[in-house]
């Protein structure tokens, strides 16, 4: 005999067979082939309505580095397009079950990340835009960057589709075995480098292992002395943060005096503040550094325009560095569909969701408010600048890389959804067969066609004038 569900409906106190049935009940009225569609209804919003209205809330000189990069091809548009996809995912079956969602979900926001303890991990890294939503989102996000990027390679139709049958169906599984674990068990499960190596790297090609091999070793240089010695110069005597504009502008080239003061006092207040959102260990060893200089910096693809502030710190003498970035956290672009969330500030919703869905995190990890030089409060987070991060280069796999690569991805987000969603219930919904595999890969396919018709629809806006794009 089970027990009853408490009264407020919560999960987590229900038995593994209450959980298993909401699950296998939530096929009946959203069967798992469903999960294939994808229709663009007439009333879908332009979107290059959608990329300019996020981009009238950034830096307006950024802006056209943004849809240069954008234009590139259908994948950096993808990579950008986070906000098109979440009105277009709202309006396709959901199951019902929920999870904390990256809300970004592409393959290159996969890749190999530092643990405290210095061991390598494979994880997801970006989440600007995590909120509780649909698990299927993140998933169906990945799937169809899989196949965006498969077309770009020039696959057939019949690798892109092998790759997102391995990918969805290593998500499957290990949620499966996720949903027979523990509590404890599945918060502790983390995929480091080794049993990376064992579970997914050995059965690649000779080449593609090369490229894991060359990857880890470059990920491991990968830190704050590495980009000391890259982003700095010596000027009179003083180390600084060198110049390459526009990607990186040092104070005293953005502003004038007067400005550039009030700039460098307000960045000064938020690392100062923001320290009080780690942990009292870690605030300990940051206040044995001092900050020297201060830059702007342009990022990634989909965050080029907000504001980003990079902070060279010395510690016991001049050559131990430590580059912290913060990063402005606007509203997620799921908000709309799925709701605003619990906290306060939209600093704390990033370093929250990560949190929570990374197995281990940044030990700089914080977040702060600031009011800027034109008045306006904004939200940020904080974290070091390079920190043993490995990327991808899809661009130069072939379909066996590929499909182990999203092999991996697929395993590294069922961990992060069995941390904060229902793992049994999903995992029931998904089942043994692969009916949802199959789904994805109709799905993925549709929307890389929707893709493509965006992307070409922002070259069109480019080359009418309707929008400026710069290269940088």
């Known amino acids: 005999m089970t027990s009853r569900p408490p009264a407020d409906g919560s999960i987590w106190h229900r038995t593994p067979q209450e959980r298993a049935a909401l699950g296998k009940a939530a096929r009946s009225s959203v069967p798992r082939s469903s999960q294939a569609e994808f229709a663009p209804t007439e009333k879908r919003p332009d979107p290059v309505d959608v990329i300019e209205a996020q981009s009238a809330r950034r830096v307006p000189e950024l802006v056209p580095i943004r849809y240069g990069r954008m234009t590139e091809s259908p994948f950096r548009f993808y990579r950008g397009a986070a906000a098109i996809m979440a009105g277009d995912l709202a309006g396709t079956p959901r199951s019902g079950i929920t999870a904390q969602l990256c809300g970004d979900a592409h393959l290159l926001n996969f890749r190999l990340l530092a643990s405290p303890e210095r061991r390598l991990m494979f994880d997801i890294n970006d989440f600007d835009e995590t909120l509780p939503g649909p698990w299927e989102w993140d998933v169906k996000r990945l799937s169809a960057s899989l196949v965006i990027a498969g077309r770009g390679n020039g696959f057939s139709v019949k690798e892109r589709a092998g790759v997102v049958r391995a990918t969805v169906r290593s998500y499957r599984e290990w949620m499966r075995e996720f949903a027979s674990m523990g509590n404890l068990p599945v918060w502790y499960a983390q995929f480091e480098e080794q049993g990376v190596q064992s579970r997914f790297v050995q059965d690649m090609s000779a080449r593609a292992r090369g490229v894991w091999s060359d ?258």
């Not at 370093?351 to 030990?363: E, F, H, N, P, Y």
């Not at 629809?457 to 009418?464: C, F, G, P, S, Y």
């Open 215 to 472: 990857a880890v070793v470059k990920a491991r240089t990968r830190d704050s002395l590495q980009a000391y010695r890259k982003l700095t110069h010596v000027v009179d005597g003083e180390v600084r943060i060198a110049p390459d504009p526009p990607l990186i502008t040092p104070f005293q080239d953005l502003l004038p005096d007067a400005e550039r003061g009030a700039l460098e006092k307000q960045i000064r207040r938020l690392l100062e503040r923001y320290s009080k959102t780690l942990q009292a260990d870690r605030r300990f060893l940051l206040e044995q550094y001092r900050i020297v200089d201060m830059a702007r910096k342009v990022v990634g693809v989909g965050s080029v325009g907000t504001r980003c502030w990079i902070a060279l710190l010395l510690g016991r003498d001049g050559e131990d560095p430590l580059f912290l970035q913060a990063k402005e956290a606007d509203e997620s672009v799921l908000a709309p569909f799925v709701g605003a969330g619990r906290f306060r500030s939209q600093g704390e919703r990033v370093v929250s969701g990560q949190r929570l869905m990374q197995a281990t995190s940044d030990i700089f990890l914080g977040w702060e408010r600031a009011d800027g030089i034109d008045g306006r409060r904004r939200d940020f987070y904080v974290r070091q600048l390079r920190d043993w991060k490995g990327i991808a280069e899809p661009e130069s796999m072939l379909p066996p890389g590929l499909q182990a690569f999203g092999e991996m991805c697929g395993a590294s987000l069922a961990r992060s959804h069995a941390r904060s969603g229902d793992r049994i219930a999903i995992a029931s919904y998904l089942g043994s067969g692969d009916v949802f595999d199959r789904a994805l890969v109709t799905f993925a396919e549709l929307y890389a066609d929707q893709n493509e018709r965006d992307h070409q629809a922002l070259v069109d806006a480019v080359r009418t004038g309707r929008v400026t794009a710069a290269a940088a």
